[in-house]
Structure formats: structure tokens, C-alpha cells
T-cell receptor
Framework: DAGVIQSPRHEVTEMGQEVTLRCKPISGHNSLFWYRQTMMRGLELLIYFNNNVPIDDSGMPEDRFSAKMPNASFSTLKIQPSEPRDSAVYFC?????????FGQGTRLTVV | QQQVKQSPQSLIVQKGGISIINCAYENTAFDYFPWYQQFPGKGPALLIAIRPDVSEKKEGRFTISFNKSAKQFSLHIMDSQPGDSATYFC????????????FGPGTRLSVLP
């Protein structure tokens, strides 16, 4: 298995634009997590899904953030409109048999 | 009650020395405690994990010590190497695929040559 795959690896966008981050979890994993990492706040859980169903989205900072998981092999995190304070590294992780694996992350810069 | 505390925030160790990172949790329902290692520009990678039915787990130079009564666990890196320089995160969870992880704030380890 290629592991958790995220795209793009880097994204630079202007304030106000829509940003979509993508994640392909490990096949057979039933849980998927979206995290945001910054120097100030460390790893923050944004939302997680079990069997494609959102379970806890209390970490989603604002209505500008939304996440979907239309099937077991794909998830998106969308920010609309984006703001400079959204600049961070966004990680997707999937979990199966107790163990969780992270993707390489998407470094988002909003200018 | 969901918090995981981690210390120190940063650690500098000489090559060949022992690196020790400590974590404490509050929720006694947690029963799965992994450690993740993160290099710059990379995602966190699972390093080693322990369940509370054992007090210690060793994999190569990495050892987790677990104290259930104190609700504490620690990572020991023996014979630390410059290649171990990374950020280390402890975490806690229920041992079930559907459960979230609670992460500590991380420890930045630097191993001097």
C-alpha cells in the first residue's frame, strides 16, 4: 500500500480564494482524520470520519471550513474563503486495527 | 480530561546519550498509547506503541515505560544518534479504530554529534 496520499503537497493562494485539499486513506481503514499543524498550536484535530460518516467536527474553526468523505477512498477539506491565518500544514490520517498513519501533509500558504 | 501533557518542550542530548520524554494523561479510559516521530517536512510516523497491560515495551533503541497508576508514560531513546533529531509526539486513545487520538504538544529533540 502506498500509505495515505495527500494532494497537493504545497498550495499558495490569495486571500479570499477557495482551497480544496484532498486525501486518499489506506485501503481498508475505516477512520479518517484531518489535522492542522502550526508552530503555535501544534497538532489540532479538525474533523474525523468513521465509515465515511463525520463523527466529530468540533475542531473545525469556522464555517469557512468544510469536509466531505463521499466514499471510503477519498476525502476533501475545503476552505472558502481562505484567510492568511489559515496558513498551516494540513495532515490527513487514517486508522485501521488500532494504528493510525499520516500522510505527508499539504503546506498551505494564504497571502 | 482529554488532555495529554508532554515534557520537555525541547531536549538537547549528546550522541550516545539517553533521551527521555515524559507524558501524562487524565482519561483513565485510554488504553492505547502511541509515540510518533516527525521529521521536518514530513508527516508524523508511528514509532512505537503500548497498551496498559504491560509496563514496558522495547523496540530496538526505543523503549516505552508505562505507569498505569500514575497515568504516565515515557519514551526512552538509548544511544541517541543525530538521525534521531526530530519532533516526538505522544498520544492517547481508546484502542478502537473509531476513536480519535489526543496528542501531546510535542518535544523537539536535537542530538549533537
Amino acid at each position: 500500500d502506498a500509505g495515505v496520499i495527500q494532494s497537493p503537497r504545497h498550495e499558495v493562494t490569495e486571500m479570499g480564494q477557495e482551497v480544496t485539499l484532498r486525501c486518499k486513506p489506506i485501503s481498508g481503514h475505516n477512520s479518517l482524520f484531518w489535522y492542522r499543524q502550526t508552530m503555535m498550536r501544534g497538532l489540532e484535530l479538525l474533523i474525523y470520519f468513521n465509515n465515511n460518516v463525520p463523527i466529530d467536527d468540533s475542531g473545525m474553526p469556522e464555517d469557512r471550513f468544510s469536509a466531505k468523505m463521499p466514499n471510503a477512498s477519498f476525502s476533501t477539506l475545503k476552505i472558502q474563503p481562505s484567510e492568511p491565518r489559515d496558513s498551516a500544514v494540513y495532515f490527513c490520517a487514517s486508522r485501521g486495527q488500532g494504528r493510525a498513519f499520516f500522510g505527508q501533509g499539504t503546506r498551505l500558504t494564504v497571502v | 480530561q482529554q488532555q495529554v501533557k508532554q515534557s520537555p518542550q525541547s531536549l538537547i542530548v549528546q550522541k550516545g546519550g539517553i533521551s527521555i520524554i515524559n507524558c501524562a494523561y487524565e482519561n483513565t479510559a485510554f488504553d492505547y498509547f502511541p509515540w510518533y516521530q516527525q521529521f521536518p517536512g514530513k508527516g508524523p510516523a508511528l514509532l512505537i506503541a503500548i497498551r496498559p497491560d504491560v509496563s514496558e515495551k522495547k523496540e530496538g533503541r526505543f523503549t516505552i515505560s508505562f505507569n498505569k497508576s500514575a497515568k504516565q508514560f515515557s519514551l526512552h531513546i538509548m544511544d541517541s544518534q543525530p538521525g534521531d533529531s526530530a519532533t516526538y509526539f505522544c498520544a492517547a486513545s481508546l484502542d478502537n479504530y473509531g476513536q480519535n487520538f489526543v496528542f501531546g504538544p510535542g518535544t523537539r529533540l536535537s542530538v549533537l554529534p
